[in-house]
């Protein structure tokens, strides 16, 4: 469910940026300004001059990436993770059902970006006033941080990259592809008029524990790569300069064999060796607490899964925790502190 209400979410958000109404006609007054070519990225044009959403998500999203992955290997495959919190659950099973996907796509997927329910609850009530969040409203704030991402693929801009040299610079080995996003600025609307936009104060927020759409402590690892995704009029030297200011930091803590890099891409997708670890770790716990019990294993042993597959899901999240605290390990090693210069 989670990938239909975000898709229900992320489509009106496209469809502005677009120029195109809810019926999927276009705007009269945008038909001059809209750029055909970067519509076909999510939208297909039918026979009556509607464009429809190329793209859908539901359950059966790791059956997509396992196809996608077969038929079109080369290409670079995204996916978004969304882990559920007690806050806002509404099935008992929804541990299970993050621990299964997980180990379904980790050979599939090239990039994958989480996002943490609990975490994105917090932000709702804190800078939205929102006293109880319902999943409407996050959703719509994670559609936030999906269009930025494929927004180098729809609009002409100087900072733009594509996907593949997105991930070659964010993408160290293999299997540590996990990305953790956060996102700035985010304000209700009762507060907008007071708040300042430049370059630099949205990078500095955008490293603080507050912004981020997973819960963990950052203080407990080192940055592998950092990426910066900007939307709007922004000049690349004001990035430069913010980026040259944020690395003179003592907290940006870079592993070293990173530390005199200084790629600034996109508006703000973060990966660290350890925030996923704590993520997976308390996901771990709750699917260990039910699957100990075997609870609500038969539900899914009678729609022809093997009860074997919840173990070897459950041995697959531990080895992925097990290479990150390995490269998290070696990075922090004695011997190599004090070699990167910032």
């Not at 929102?130 to 002409?156: E, K, M, Y």
């Amino acid at each position: 469910m989670d990938g239909v209400n975000l898709t229900t979410a992320n489509v009106p958000k496209l469809l502005l940026e677009h120029g195109l109404k809810m019926d999927g006609r276009s705007e009269p007054h945008a038909k001059d300004n809209v750029d055909l070519v970067s519509m076909e990225t999510f939208f297909s044009e039918t026979s009556n001059g509607k464009y429809v959403p190329r793209c859908n998500g539901s359950g059966f999203g790791a059956l997509l990436l396992e196809r996608l992955a077969t038929d079109y290997g080369k290409k670079s495959k995204l996916e978004f993770a969304v882990y559920s919190a007690p806050q806002v659950s509404t099935a008992i099973v929804e541990p299970c059902n993050v621990v299964l996907s997980t180990h379904s796509t980790i050979e599939n997927s090239d990039r994958t970006f989480l996002v943490d329910n609990e975490a994105v609850y917090d932000i709702c009530r804190r800078y939205l006033d929102i006293p109880r969040p319902g999943f409407d409203h996050s959703n719509r704030l994670v559609a936030q941080v999906v269009s930025p991402i494929t927004s180098s693929l729809r609009f002409d801009g100087a900072l733009n990259v594509d996907l593949n040299e997105f991930q070659t610079n964010l993408v160290p080995y293999p299997r540590i592809y996990y990305a953790l996003v956060s996102f700035a600025l985010v304000i209700s609307a009762n507060k907008s008029s007071h708040e300042s936009f430049k370059v630099q104060g949205l990078i500095l927020q955008c490293f603080e524990p507050q912004n981020q759409m997973v819960v963990c402590d950052l203080r407990k690892g080192k940055y592998m790569a950092v990426a910066l995704l900007y939307r709007g009029d922004v000049v690349p030297r004001d990035c430069t300069q913010a980026v040259a200011l944020l690395k003179a930091k003592s907290s940006l803590n870079l592993v070293e064999w990173r530390a005199n890099t200084n790629r600034s891409m996109y508006a703000f997708e973060q990966h660290c060796n350890r925030g996923g670890v704590e993520a997976w770790s308390r996901l771990d716990h709750r699917f260990d607490l039910m699957y100990s019990k075997r609870a609500f294993v038969h539900w899914y042993v009678g729609v022809d899964m093997e009860e074997g597959e919840f173990s070897e899901a459950r041995e697959d999240l531990a080895a992925l925790e097990k290479d990150y605290e390995e490269v998290a390990s070696d990075s922090m090693d004695p011997e190599n502190e004090g070699r990167g210069e910032y």
